[in-house]
């Protein structure tokens, strides 16, 4: 079939059965996930998505609106596209989330295409890749439309490291560093891009001894940390949601629950906790020591560089957030920044040379992820389903009342946490004056 062909050609793929039922599950999974979006949004703002309304509708500065900040997060690339989409859809929600979809279903299929790269084959176990992007445990982020500035750096991510693969050229270089700067704003989480695309600058200055390459490397990582220190000129600091003591115990907790939540575990039980976050530390130091004693850091920089943005994400944001109590390490928008620490674990068990070992692991894996991943995987659908009534009843209480007080007693659910302090009242007789987000419908 054309279509097929098509797709083998995209992820450099011979026409043999594994590949075709790798594409078979991207396929399923892919409509699958996108049919839990459209199935579960509502095109209602919420919550933060307030705070964005002035930039998004009215103010037409794009340089200020490049530069915006929401809490500690730059929003500038993905919110100059939220601000498109806004002008083109009259600011419908579903829309967003729609393309949220669409990123995230790119990102799957440029981890295939990184994985063919980096072996030089596809292979039956592949097709837990698809399970690990297309991830429904990261349901908020699905079918909140703001979430697409929070999920946009995993393609950023994925770009970056395939270009590490590339051969060393200008134009890889300023792709690299043209990638740091979209990262750099979109979010604080895509900071942590440009910090692994400074420390691969680092490495390659490192490992030669070319006085004319070492002055290119060196330029190329001030450049990079120049462009990573722009995020912080006129910052705004945001409230601390951590603690002013650190404890290690709590800590670790903090560390594991968010590793657990990724594939629905969400037992408190010690042995049950520690097993998939002390597999992720003790797979990452081996992968570390290894890469250092034969000298092959650069080849399995792609590998170390998934564990190490996950590993930044959860490290900062159980120091911002531990405060707010352990239970919220579980909160399902974390899921998504987490799916490349568990294709670097993949991508570690495939690099090992034990053919039988690594078929066999690999193979143990797969079946245990897709087992997990099967398991509560209706409790998604409950919790999507529930916040999209709880939305519709509140749209249709405001559509007949026009009364926010009422309508958060009687639909029992509030659209922003402080409506008077943003003039809230306001915004929404803005949205009805000019029939945008669910006026327009």
């Not at 912080?232 to 404890?247: A, R, T, Y």
């Amino acid at each position: 079939m054309a279509w097929q062909k098509k797709l083998f050609k995209l992820v450099g793929a011979k026409n043999n059965l594994a590949s075709f039922f790798i594409l078979l599950t991207y396929s399923i999974l892919g409509f699958k996930f996108l049919r839990f979006i459209w199935r579960f949004s509502e095109n209602v703002l919420f919550w933060d998505q307030w705070d964005t309304f002035d930039a998004v509708l009215v103010n037409n500065n794009l340089t200020q609106v490049f530069l915006f900040q929401n809490n500690e997060h730059r929003m500038g690339v993905p919110l100059l596209i939220i601000k498109l989409m806004a002008h083109l859809t009259n600011w419908n929600v579903r829309f967003e989330t729609f393309l949220i979809g669409l990123v995230i279903f790119t990102s799957a299929i440029l981890a295939l295409i990184l994985k063919k790269r980096l072996t030089k084959k596809l292979e039956i176990y592949d097709i837990i890749i698809p399970f690990l992007f297309l991830n429904l445990y990261q349901w908020e982020n699905l079918i909140w439309g703001i979430s697409f500035a929070f999920i946009l750096p995993i393609l950023w991510l994925l770009i970056t490291v395939y270009l590490f693969t590339l051969r060393d050229s200008l134009l890889r270089n300023i792709n690299l560093i043209l990638i740091t700067i979209l990262a750099t704003y979109t979010h604080l989480h895509g900071l942590f891009i440009g910090i692994i695309t400074s420390i691969f600058f680092l490495m390659n200055l490192h490992n030669t001894s070319n006085i004319n390459l070492k002055k290119k490397y060196l330029a190329l990582f001030l450049f990079n940390i120049l462009a990573m220190v722009t995020y912080f000129i006129n910052f705004q600091s945001s409230k601390f949601l951590g603690v002013d003591k650190i404890n290690l115990g709590e800590l670790f907790l903090y560390f594991a629950y968010q590793i657990n939540g990724f594939i629905g575990n969400y037992s408190k039980h010690l042995v049950l906790v520690s097993i998939t976050p002390i597999i992720a530390v003790f797979t990452f130091g081996h992968l570390l020591i290894k890469s250092f004693q034969k000298k092959t850091i650069i080849d399995n920089f792609p590998i170390i560089a998934f564990y190490a943005f996950s590993f930044l994400f959860i490290v900062t944001t159980a120091y911002g957030r531990i405060g707010i109590g352990l239970d919220s390490a579980y909160q399902s928008r974390y899921v998504t920044l987490i799916i490349p620490l568990y294709f670097g674990i993949y991508l570690y068990f495939l690099s090992i040379n034990n053919l039988h070992f690594k078929g066999s692991l690999s193979f143990f894996i797969f079946i245990f992820f897709i087992f997990i991943s099967a398991q509560n995987n209706h409790f998604n659908y409950v919790y999507a389903e529930n916040r999209k009534i709880s939305l519709a009843n509140w749209k249709q209480c405001y559509l007949e009342h026009e009364s926010l007080d009422f309508c958060e007693r009687t639909a029992g659910y509030i659209i922003y946490h402080s409506p008077k302090n943003i003039n809230l009242e306001s915004k929404l007789h803005y949205l009805k004056r000019h029939r945008l987000n669910f006026y327009s419908e």
